[in-house]
Every structure is written in C-alpha cells, then in structure tokens.
C-alpha cells in the first residue's frame, strides 16, 4: 500500500557530504512526521532526525548542527543532507513515516528498506 525507498547513500571521505532522499509512493491520504533514523553494524538502531509536516525540526545531538533534514511535500520525499561527515556516522540510514491512509480512517508507520553510508579515508 506504500512504499518508502531511501536513495543516496555510498562510500564518502571523512569531512565530505552527501544527501539522502527518500521517497514515498503508493495508497495514502498524507504524510506526517518524517524521520532518519541510522543503524551502526553491531549497535542498535538510533534516531537521526525528524521533521514534523509544519516543517519543524529535531536532531540527536550525534548529528546536529552537521545534518539537515527536509522535505519536499509535492514530490513526497524527505531528504537528509550530511555534512562533515565522520567514520562514526557509517551505517545504514532509515526513513521513517507517519501515513494517514485508508481514506483518512487508520494512521500507520512505514520504514525504508536502508541506505549503505560508509565514510571512510
């Protein structure tokens, strides 16, 4: 019914930038609170930031003031742009969203399937 794909993601050097993008499609009323989250190899999954549909925003203190989330409501898509980037950010990166869907009638969280970011020299 829907589907989240996150796109973006690869090998960067350390200090370097990358943005990822992710983007919803299929059978829904809208979209909510849009959120990154990222997974380490071998740690838990870990909140990035979130960005709420009045456009407000949120960061773990890991990545603020280094990471901008946003969005782009006409083209669905939530975006996160890294910058001076380090070893420690190397995970897979998750978006996260609230849909109303069903014609309005249930409210449902989706997850992307991941994005590979290694930041490496």
């Known amino acids: 019914q829907v589907q989240l794909v996150e796109s973006g993601g690869g090998l960067v050097q350390p200090g370097g930038s990358l943005r990822l993008s992710c983007t919803a499609s299929?059978?829904?009323?809208?979209?909510?609170?849009m959120h990154w989250y990222r997974q380490a190899p071998g740690k838990q999954r870990e909140w990035a930031a979130s960005?709420?549909?009045?456009?407000?925003?949120n960061y773990a203190d890991s990545v603020k003031g280094r990471f901008i989330i946003s969005r782009d409501n006409a083209k669905n898509t939530v975006y996160l742009q890294m910058n001076s980037l380090e070893p420690e950010d190397t995970a897979v990166y998750y978006c996260?969203?609230?849909?109303?869907?069903?014609?309005?009638?249930?409210?449902?969280?989706?997850w992307g399937q991941g994005t590979q970011v290694t930041v490496s020299s």
């Open positions: 996260n969203a609230g849909f109303l869907i069903d014609g309005g009638a249930a409210f449902r969280s989706y």
């Open positions: 299929g059978s829904f009323f809208r979209i909510n609170n």
């Open positions: 960005i709420t549909s009045g456009g407000g925003t």
